[in-house]
């Protein structure tokens, strides 16, 4: 099956102890994007990846880093994490570049930074 | 970074009823796109529109892509339960690997 998968899907965590949010797909797609959704924000995009070792920022960027050492996996990391990173967090993927904009979602990983 | 407007936030209808969204834009996109997420899922597309001036319909939703190229329309017909979510316009351009997401409206259905 066709899948965008993230882990955890849920986590508590304390002021700046790191961590990271793993994302994996299986369609062979070379567009990797991180979005955080928060109450009458929508999605915003923090970090996106063309292809393997691309990256770039999205909007929010501030706070994050992600990494692209393979084509199926674009894991996002909080070095040091803080209240205002708890939110709702999505890992989407695309054949052709976000441009075609038909994205494939997982179904998010919520975090809450105490 | 930009965001797209969408109105109205939230909505509380009955079942059968139709449903009208839209969202605005300050710039020119040349794709518009609907995506719907279910209660604790991740978004999924729902109608892509690629020409200024288009219709588009899948099953009961149909969506329109604006003259102006800054605004798009979703529109559902005869609502049912599994209508209810969260409806995400988004915008972009070719070459651009840039999606731009609207703000959201929810959308519940009172029994």
């Known amino acids: 099956e066709a899948q965008v998968t993230q882990n955890p899907r849920y986590l508590i965590t304390v002021t700046g102890k790191k961590l990271t949010v793993t994302c994996s797909q299986n369609m062979n797609h070379e567009y990797m994007s991180w979005y955080r959704q928060d109450p009458g924000l929508g999605l915003r995009q923090i970090y996106y990846s063309m292809n393997v070792e691309v990256t770039d920022k999205g909007d929010v960027p501030e706070g994050y880093k992600v990494s692209r050492k393979e084509k199926r996996n674009f894991p996002l990391i909080l070095e040091s994490p803080s209240p205002n990173q708890t939110s709702l967090y999505f890992c989407a993927s695309s054949v052709a570049g976000g441009g075609t904009g038909e994205l494939f979602f997982g179904e998010g990983s919520r975090l809450t930074v105490l | 970074g930009q965001q797209l407007n969408q109105s109205p936030q939230s909505m509380f209808i009955q079942e059968g009823e139709d449903v009208s969204m839209n969202c605005t834009s300050s710039?020119?996109?040349?794709?518009w796109l609907w995506y719907k997420q279910d209660p604790g899922e991740g978004p999924v597309l729902l109608i892509a529109l690629y020409k200024a001036g288009e219709l588009t319909s899948n099953g009961r939703l149909t969506a329109q892509f604006g003259i102006t190229r800054k605004d798009s329309f979703l529109n559902i017909s005869a609502s049912i339960p599994s209508d209810v979510g969260i409806y995400f316009c988004?915008?972009?351009?070719?070459?651009?690997?840039?999606?731009?997401f609207g703000t959201g409206t929810r959308l519940t259905i009172i029994p």
């Open positions: 710039s020119i996109f040349n794709t």
């Open positions: 988004a915008g972009t351009n070719f070459g651009n690997e840039k999606l731009t």
